[in-house]
């Protein structure tokens, strides 16, 4: 007998939920056909479901995200790093608590307890013909914000390997949920070619009809609910082998348009208000924002990030404030609109001739209107690159805070986590350097605020 068996899979959401019911009634009606046809189909989430930048995700911290995947009736779903680093210790602990479906994570353990009880390293589903496929998920390696929120992260596709080889005489088929994206799903599949397939996400890459490496199936279905994907295979139970396997991936945007779907995201907004429209503080004035120079509001955040770091100096991107701050009550969901970015201050600490050489850098004028996606930066552009405490002269001669710069001093510099991957400033990757966690960037600038104008 041949088994015919599905997939169908999301990835990378983001809490863009746009598209969410049509993906969903849609899947809802496939996997009604399917099992009148006499064939199983599994629905799983591969992780980044969530994003903070989303208020009604914001306002819930999540639990919200675990309602609707609840509703939807997966199966198995994966943490990403939105899930997994942008969340305090003891929230991420409980996110899943009242959760209907399996959590897979194989490389993730807490620092202080147990793991909490969803958390497992794999799971078996078994087919209606008995049909036995073994899940194995990991998710990305971000050791030093893991370890200052509480938790280990190991190396995943050591850990996978090792749960293929264990899971191998257990179950007829192997099944990857990976949070590691493109690179590491192509260098696994290299590596142990016993897994059948692997579902990736993390790099939001798309492979419409699947990609082959190694025999392995690799998956790729792009970001932010753009697509659906289902993931045909074909099971020979006399040979106990895989015949065929094949992805596709359905565009959400053109999928029938679902009742009152637009009621339901405002509802969404609705509720999200509810809950963070508290005010905190009150403004005597409204603190303009600018993109490509200082401003009122960029004053008042680099005096806030050097209440908060003692630090030296301050460099952030003009971009990062999406509103200006309007004089009167203000209140979470205002703090939230002008600084939706799950982002961290960072105290990098750098010599002096090394601040030099960013801050020259850090003058680049293409970075203003890079209309940057991803890092954590959720805006429209980048912005211009503000420095606070670091001056240079004509004869470009660097001063900080009025004193001129000591080349072999090591200064501390406070900036913003998106600064330390590389992307802007490769040296900051391999610098001394201290993460503030798990407060974001807003919430250390409403405390401030709270502090300041009370």
Known sequence: MR???????????????????????????????????????????????????????????????????????????TIGNNEGITLPYNVLYHLYDDAEFEVVVGNLYSQFEENPRWMKPYTILTTRYGTKI??????????????????EVTTPRAELIKLAFKLKKQADIIICMSHLGITEDELLAQECPIIDVIFGSHTHHVFEQGSLENNVLLTGGGKFGQYTGQLEIEYDHATRTLTEKKDRL????????????????????????????????????????????????????????????????????????????????????????????????CVIQI????????????????WSRL?????????????????YGIEITKQRELFINGHLMEPDKVYRLATLDLFTFGYFFPSFKYAKKEYYLPDFIRDVFKNYCMKKFQ
Request: proline letters at 2%; one cysteine or more.
């Open 134 to 151: 073994a899940v194995i998920a990991a998710t990305a390696q971000f050791d030093l914000f893991y370890k200052e929120l509480g938790w």
């Open 250 to 345: 359905y565009e959400n945007a053109l999928l029938p348009e679902v009742e009152n779907e637009g009621e339901w995201l405002i509802q969404l907004q609705k509720e999200a208000k509810l809950l963070l429209d508290k005010p905190v503080f009150t403004l005597t004035k409204s603190y303009n924002k600018e993109w490509f120079h200082r401003s009122q509001l960029s004053d008042l955040f680099a005096e806030c990030m050097y209440d908060y770091t003692g630090a030296d100096c301050v460099m952030f991107n003009a971009g990062i404030f999406v509103d200006k701050l309007r004089k009167g009550l203000i209140s979470t969901y205002d703090i939230h609109k002008i600084l939706p970015h799950p982002i961290n201050i």
């Open 371 to 387: 209309e940057l996606k991803g890092l954590g930066f959720r805006g429209i552009i980048f912005g211009k690159i503000l420095n």
């Open 3 to 77: 088994e015919i068996i599905h997939f169908f899979h999301t990835n990378d959401l983001h809490s863009h939920f746009t598209y969410w019911k049509r993906s969903q009634s849609f899947i809802q009606m496939q996997r009604k056909m399917l099992s009148d046809r006499g064939e199983t189909s599994f629905l799983v989430d591969l992780g980044d479901h969530l994003d903070r930048s989303n208020l009604y995700t914001e306002a819930t911290l999540g639990k919200g995200n675990i309602k609707m995947l609840n509703e939807a009736q997966y199966d198995v779903v």
């Open 351 to 366: 010599t002096g001739s090394e601040l030099k050489e960013i801050f020259l850098q850090s003058e680049n004028e293409e």
